[in-house]
Structure formats: structure tokens, C-alpha cells
């Protein structure tokens, strides 16, 4: 069980071979690397099961490689077109996914070096197009942990402008916490060399501009995202995980997030984030067990603007009206912009 889907699987991948299994979205949601948090989202895992079939399949149709097989509905495999409700299953293909060796507070990757191939690569791959207010870029700049220079900049741009070239990050996955990486990191790693590396970019942007262009298309910019990938038992990237979800992408409107921004932006103002982030600071390993304060529940009115959120992306992007009684995104936006 994951933070916010769960995995079953049907058949287990091996050396060569991949499995087969099944993601069920739940209405769970997690920020901040906390796990579930107090409330549930009614329809956000029908909302995000769609979303990413829906980029699945546009990645297909385009020539890329996923692990996408299909929703669930009446014990089969179907497209999103033939859908007649719904579907929170998700039906996939399955690499395997081999954890680094924690030593302390470090992780050694030296298990990947004995492997070339069917396994989920573990690392998120990240693209920016603009630096809003909260984007870790901006504090990691602030912290001196990263150069602007590094990344083709002078100085930091505007929060609403958007870079004429996106920004293309790098962070760890299997991790207890997340951490980023340089590429030249990455390489050092020892698990991919330069040509994946630029295959990975390659995939990376194309994602961006896929991505960028479907929202835009509702209203909405694409500030920021991540995909993962894997290479498959022929030692080809594939698109893994899902792709394209408002928990994946930071998406915007009138400078509104229409995303889990949302909720981060609402426990940024209370005592737990303050807690969570100064244990955080410390202790890279274990962290959460050290924080004493719980989340509290969102507003009833917050969480509910919410549910309509992940419900009108989906049913925008898809173009069916999947749930019932769901305002327009005009309404959705002015609903959440009394809170932020």
C-alpha cells in the first residue's frame, strides 16, 4: 500500500520478464512525505486513474513506451473511449524495483551495478518551467545547496514568469526522503550512463511540452511536474508510474494552484509543517517518528473545493462528464481563492 495508491500484483516481473498488476487509486492524498493525511478527497482516485490514462495513452499514440495496460472495468482491460463509468484500476506492467542498500543515513546503489535492464530506474525526474512562491528550487538556491549558473541563470526570474528554457531536475526515489541530485550526480551513481541520460531529458521534455499543451488547452499552465520511468527487459525507457495528474504536475490559473499545492500551501501556515520541516532539516533518515504534532483536518469548505478540483480537471481533459453536480472551473477557482 502506498501514500495514495495501492498495488496489487497479478504476476511478479523477474530478471527478464515483466509482471503484471494493478493500481487502485484511492481518495487518500499525502504532502510533504507524511503518508495519509486526515481527510479524504471523494473521486480523486477516479479523478487521477483518468488523468493518467488519458496521458498514457497520448504518450502511445505519440510513440512512446509505457507500462499502461488499460482501467478496469467489468473484469477488463479497457481504453478510456470505451469506459462506460468511472474506473479507479488501473491495469500495468510491472518491473522490478530494487532498493539501495541504506547505510546509516546514506543509501549505496551498488546493487544496480550487476543490472542492465526490467527494473524501475530510482530516481524522479523533474521539469520547471517557472519558479513560483514555495518551489524548492528557490529555497535550495536560498540554502546555497544549488548555483543559478548551474542551471543556465543569472538570477532568480519573477514567480509568474515562465522560463524560456524549462529547468530539468533530478531527485532520489526510494529514499526515506527524497534528495536532489546534479546529473553529474547521477552519473556518478554508476546506474546510467550519457546516453540515458539524454534519452531521459529527451523524454523528459517531450512530457513538458505534452503536458503543457493538453492543460493549456482547459486554462490551466503547467508550472512544474515529475515523471518516472524504467527500462523494460530490452533495456528501453518506458513511462511509469502516472503522469500528468494534478498530484504530479503543479498547475495554475490566474496565479491559483489547481493542484495538491493546494493543501501544502494551507498546512505551510500551521505548527505541524513548522515541525515537520525543522526535523526534517536534521535528520534525513527516521524523521517522522521524531515529529510529535499531527495534521489537523482541512476546512470543510477547503476540502471540498478540493474534490471539485481533481473532478473538473478530469472530466475537462477527458472531455466526459464523469461525476455528477461538479461547478465549472470559473467557480472552482473563485471557490478556492478564499482561501489562498
Not at 491495469?91 to 543490472?115: A, C, F, S
Not at 528557490?138 to 509568474?160: E, N
Request: a negative charge; one cysteine or more; proline letters at 4%.
Amino acid at each position: 500500500m502506498g501514500s495514495v495508491k495501492d498495488l496489487f500484483v497479478l504476476s511478479s516481473p523477474r530478471d527478464d520478464i515483466m509482471g503484471q498488476g494493478k493500481f487502485v487509486f484511492s481518495d487518500r492524498y499525502s504532502v510533504f512525505d507524511w503518508g495519509e493525511m486526515p481527510d479524504h478527497i471523494a473521486g480523486k482516485g477516479q479523478s487521477l486513474c483518468l488523468i493518467g490514462a488519458y496521458f498514457f495513452e497520448k504518450l502511445e499514440e505519440l510513440g512512446y513506451q509505457t507500462h499502461y495496460l488499460g482501467l478496469e472495468e467489468n473484469g477488463q482491460w479497457k481504453k478510456l473511449q470505451d469506459l462506460q463509468a468511472p474506473s479507479n484500476v488501473m491495469g500495468v506492467k510491472l518491473v522490478r524495483v530494487i532498493h539501495p542498500t541504506q547505510m546509516g543515513e546514506t543509501y549505496d546503489y551498488g546493487v544496480y551495478h550487476r543490472e542492465n535492464n526490467n527494473f524501475l530506474i530510482p530516481f524522479e525526474f523533474i521539469y520547471r518551467n517557472s519558479l513560483p512562491a514555495g518551489s524548492s528550487f528557490r529555497r535550495r538556491v536560498g540554502d546555497k545547496t544549488i548555483r543559478l549558473d548551474d542551471y543556465g541563470l543569472k538570477s532568480l526570474p519573477p514567480d509568474d514568469e515562465i522560463l524560456t528554457s524549462p529547468i530539468l531536475d533530478v531527485s532520489t526515489k526510494l529514499e526515506e526522503q527524497d534528495r536532489y541530485l546534479s546529473w553529474k550526480d547521477v552519473l556518478m551513481v554508476g546506474i546510467l550512463n550519457e546516453d540515458d541520460v539524454d534519452a531521459i531529458q529527451l523524454a523528459l521534455r517531450f512530457a513538458n511540452d505534452l503536458i503543457s499543451r493538453e492543460v493549456a488547452s482547459i486554462g490551466l499552465r503547467n508550472e512544474d511536474g515529475k515523471i518516472e520511468l524504467a527500462f523494460n527487459p530490452h533495456q528501453e525507457l518506458i513511462f511509469v508510474d502516472v503522469v500528468g495528474t494534478p498530484d504530479e504536475c503543479r498547475f495554475t490559473t490566474r496565479g491559483i494552484h489547481l493542484s495538491k499545492e493546494i493543501a501544502r500551501e494551507f498546512y505551510r501556515k500551521t505548527e505541524w509543517y513548522e515541525e515537520v520541516k525543522s526535523v526534517k532539516s536534521t535528520h534525513q533518515v527516521g524523521w517522522k517518528y521524531l515529529v510529535k504534532s499531527q495534521p489537523i483536518s482541512l476546512p470543510k469548505d477547503l476540502l471540498r473545493a478540493i474534490t471539485w478540483m481533481y473532478q473538473r480537471i478530469a472530466m475537462d481533459l477527458t472531455r466526459r462528464e464523469w461525476f455528477s453536480r461538479v461547478p465549472s472551473f470559473p467557480q472552482v477557482v473563485e471557490e478556492i481563492a478564499q482561501f489562498v
